[in-house]
């Protein structure tokens, strides 16, 4: 991106890309500003109706991330027709506008193409109050930090890819992918959240580490206090761990001081995620309501999993 023309400043973009943000943001009127985003992947479970379910989610989670309501999403299709057949793709399809209708949005249309290996995305719109948008930036010292759901998820789906997981594994992974962070955004909204982003594939001390840089702050992370996903850390002790989180592990050497973490524990830390939970700065007491509600409401996995300090030598320190 560096690489292209500097954009004029514009009043109506409230969010653009200077912050390395999850969406656009681009007010309309006093009480309007519309969120844009766009993500696709190649299948990352064999299911091709859980497939589309996953993207869907992954997808729409950025507009939740910032503050706002999905309304309308375009599919982006790559998909060899004549390999595996219409059926397999009207799946990936299915899952996919079930999951927007879960979200309460609609699908308008898409645009396919004929690709050697299949990929599905959606292009997402929503809409938020100009007043109300959450960025990946603004975190305070002070403020702690939560997460709504494990992590793990890259690990535990490249064990699949190497039949190296137990079918309930697979199971838990592919239904927190699917799960929509609808209901983490919507009881958010009760509370004044300093940063909000959402967990994906720099994983969570990646974009840790962006929310750390964006505040100019430092984060401490406990690891024992971080959800993991049954089994991951066991696959990655067996060196079951994906390309993208060891890159991760490799960006991020220069920002992360680690505290007696085995290089297993590190990686799962780095670890690559599809679709994953909200990743929130605010105050104490606030995280605490809000950790409650998210429980009550049946995210059993959400947790306060570090904190925030004025800014350090380093963005990021974990301890165990």
Not at 141 to 159: A, E
Not at 263 to 290: H, R, W
């Amino acid at each position: 991106m560096r690489h292209l023309p500097k954009q004029e400043p514009v009043p109506e973009l409230l969010v653009g890309l200077d912050t390395s943000d999850d969406a656009g943001v681009y007010q309309l009127t006093d009480s309007i500003a519309l969120i844009q985003t766009v993500d696709y992947f190649t299948p990352i479970v064999d299911d091709p109706y859980m497939f589309g379910q996953i993207t869907a989610a992954n997808a729409l989670s950025d507009v939740y991330a910032m503050g706002g309501e999905p309304k309308t999403v375009l599919n982006i299709v790559g998909f060899p027709i004549k390999k595996l057949g219409a059926e397999m793709l009207s799946e990936i399809l299915r899952g996919a506008a079930d999951k927007v209708k879960e979200a309460g949005a609609i699908t308008v249309g898409g645009h396919s193409i004929d690709d050697q290996e299949p990929k599905f995305g959606l292009s997402v719109t929503g809409i938020v109050h100009p007043d109300k948008v959450w960025k990946n930036v603004g975190a305070q010292s002070g403020d702690v930090l939560v997460l709504t759901k494990p992590i793990g998820v890259g690990i535990i789906t490249t064990g699949i890819k190497r039949s190296a997981v137990m079918p309930e594994q697979e199971q838990t992974v592919t239904d927190t992918m699917a799960e929509l962070n609808k209901v983490a955004a919507e009881v958010l909204t009760e509370f004044h959240p300093h940063a909000v982003t959402d967990i994906t594939g720099f994983g969570l001390l990646g974009h840790g580490s962006e929310m750390a840089r964006g505040s100019h702050v430092s984060f401490e992370f406990s690891l024992g206090q971080v959800p993991v996903l049954e089994g991951a850390l066991e696959l990655a002790k067996n060196g079951v761990v994906p390309g993208g989180s060891k890159a991760n592990h490799k960006w991020l050497a220069d920002d992360v001081v680690y505290e007696e973490l085995l290089p297993e524990e590190q990686l799962l830390l780095c670890d690559a995620i599809t679709s994953g939970g909200l990743f929130v700065a605010l105050s104490e007491q606030e995280a605490a309501l809000y950790v409650d509600k998210l429980r009550a409401s049946g995210l059993a996995h959400a947790s306060i999993v570090g904190r925030v300090t004025e800014k350090k030598e380093k963005y990021i320190y974990v301890k165990r």
